[in-house]
């Protein structure tokens, strides 16, 4: 069996990962790394994948573009030729990106099995781009692998399991399977942090593209910060959008301590040292809870309910006052992370034995 894989940035090659090592474990399955280069990222060198144990791409397609339409066109021509070339027998995506989608267009137009990594998650927020591109790549996968119940309830909800040819299967989600794994080879961080601290990231186009919700954000931040400091690694695209506003950043907010963007293991590192954990991510959800640690989300939905329904996270209005209040609740929230709301950690295997069964 020969797998095609997508990948167009440096979450979804750790995802990718895990598969890969189990894949190695086998004679009889073949695959094919491809990366986009959706999202440019100075520390994808080859010592970013050696240190991560992730093997290097067969194809780096180098697509660069500031344009949905154009990106995604770009990705489809050169996705297309390859696949033609290597011939596989699945096209395999991950999560909602660009490339997420074009590495699903090219698998239904050419009739290739397309096999969709985190399906049936929704935010029914239709201005996410990333909605759009988890719909439409559901619409047109032949196997549908869901992280959450919550997951497969939506496909279900939507008539997914009525549709001939579509198999939706519950894995539990593969990040945490890559978080576990990645946790246990970080001893140790160079980063000079507090003893004390709350992990930040902010960096969705909704917050940062709204200068008065970029300000609300950091003047609530740095309120939060006058117990705890807040350390924020910044997106070099927020840091841009926050010196549009003040010039003066770096010091407007002393209890604010912005770092360079940071590799995946000090973020790992973070994540097990800090006291909370607040964003407007996807992913950095998921992995607070991952390393049992409460989560503010600066959005007023998100695609992980289950996170809230169970109350690890709080969601929260672009408010000044709705920020500091619903942090105020997290403090006293007392949870002991005892649900496996995302499966056991063995959603690698359980992924390569459906597409080999299917």
């Not at 003047?219 to 924020?232: A, F, Q, R, T, Y």
């Not at 998100?302 to 408010?319: F, H």
């Not at 619903?326 to 649900?339: G, P, T, V, Y």
Request: hydrophobic share 35%; glycine share 6%; net charge negative.
């Amino acid at each position: 069996m020969k797998i095609l894989t997508i990948v167009g940035a440096r979450p979804q090659f750790v995802k990718a990962a895990v598969l890969s090592r189990a894949i190695s474990q086998r004679s009889d399955i073949t695959e094919i790394l491809v990366h986009t280069g959706q999202h440019y990222d100075a520390n994808m060198s080859d010592v970013f994948f050696e240190e991560m144990n992730i093997p290097q791409p067969d194809y780096n397609l180098h697509v660069q573009s500031k344009l949905h339409g154009d990106m995604t066109g770009k990705m489809m021509s050169e996705i297309e030729n390859i696949a033609i070339k290597e011939n596989p027998d699945w096209i395999l995506v991950y999560g909602d990106t660009n490339s997420t989608l074009a590495g699903a267009l090219v698998a239904s137009k050419l009739h290739i099995k397309l096999a969709h990594v985190e399906a049936g998650l929704r935010s029914y927020n239709n201005l996410m781009p990333e909605e759009i591109n988890r719909i439409l790549t559901d619409r047109v996968s032949d196997i549908l692998f869901c992280p959450t119940t919550t997951a497969v309830e939506n496909l279900q909800k939507e008539g997914y399991g009525n549709l001939k040819g579509k198999k939706i299967v519950q894995t539990g989600d593969i990040m945490l399977e890559a978080s576990l794994y990645y946790a246990a080879k970080n001893q140790h961080s160079k980063l000079d942090l507090p003893s004390k601290f709350i992990l930040c990231t902010v960096h969705r186009a909704e917050n940062t593209d709204n200068p008065e919700k970029l300000k609300t954000i950091f003047e609530s931040l740095n309120e939060i910060g006058k117990d705890v400091p807040v350390v924020l690694p910044i997106h070099p695209r927020t840091k841009g959008k926050l010196n549009d506003i003040f010039t003066d950043a770096e010091t407007r907010f002393p209890n604010i301590k912005l770092l360079a963007p940071i590799g995946y293991y000090d973020m790992i590192w973070c994540l097990q040292n800090c006291e909370f954990v607040i964003t407007d991510s996807g992913g950095l959800q998921k992995e607070a809870y991952f390393f049992k640690k409460y989560c503010l989300t600066l959005r007023d939905q998100t695609e992980w309910v289950e996170l809230v329904q169970n109350g690890y996270n709080i969601l929260s209005n672009i408010d000044k006052e709705d920020i500091l209040n619903n942090f105020s609740k997290l403090k006293d929230i007392n949870k002991n992370f005892d649900e496996e709301l995302y499966g056991d950690g063995k959603t690698g295997l359980q992924i390569i034995n459906e597409l080999l069964n299917y």
